[in-house]
């Protein structure tokens, strides 16, 4: 009998403050873009406003530039958008979880027993 063993594990980007960027932030910023702000961003993924909030202003002030930029309420509300460096970030991350997502299937070949 042949047992398959593969390797597994989880990227991210650290800044001084820890996690910088991963899945979770990067599924946010994501949602933020689509939403167009960070309550309607962290309703679509289960997660309360002020998680999500802490989440973002934890990115913009380890950010060289913030990723976020948030608008006060008016009549219509506030809302959020990404900033260039935000999309940066975004395509950053993803580049780098599809190199290790790579890495991960190469290395789990010769892992078979």
Same mark, same amino acid.
């Given at each position: 009998?042949?047992?398959?063993?593969?390797?597994?594990?989880?990227?991210? +980007?650290?800044?001084?403050?820890? @996690?910088?960027?991963?899945? #979770?932030?990067?599924?946010?910023?994501?949602?933020? =873009?689509?939403?167009?702000? +960070?309550?309607?961003?962290?309703?679509? /993924?289960? /997660?309360?406003?002020?998680?999500?909030?802490?989440?973002?202003?934890? /990115?913009? =002030?380890?950010?060289?530039?913030?990723?976020?930029?948030?608008?006060? #309420? #008016?009549?219509?509300?506030?809302?959020?958008?990404?900033?260039? @460096?935000?999309? =940066?970030? +975004?395509?950053?991350?993803?580049?780098?979880?599809?190199?290790?997502? %790579?890495?991960? %299937? %190469?290395?789990?070949?010769?892992?078979?027993?």
């Amino acid at each position: 009998m042949t047992t398959a063993y593969k390797l597994g594990g989880r990227v991210w +980007i650290e800044g001084p403050e820890g @996690t910088f960027l991963g899945y #979770g932030r990067v599924t946010l910023l994501e949602r933020i =873009r689509q939403h167009g702000s +960070i309550s309607a961003a962290a309703r679509s /993924m289960q /997660m309360s406003y002020l998680r999500a909030w802490k989440l973002v202003d934890s /990115m913009n =002030r380890q950010g060289r530039q913030p990723l976020v930029e948030k608008s006060t #309420g #008016g009549r219509g509300g506030g809302g959020a958008r990404l900033t260039e @460096t935000g999309e =940066r970030s +975004i395509e950053l991350f993803w580049s780098a979880y599809r190199d290790f997502q %790579q890495f991960l %299937q %190469q290395r789990s070949g010769p892992l078979q027993g």
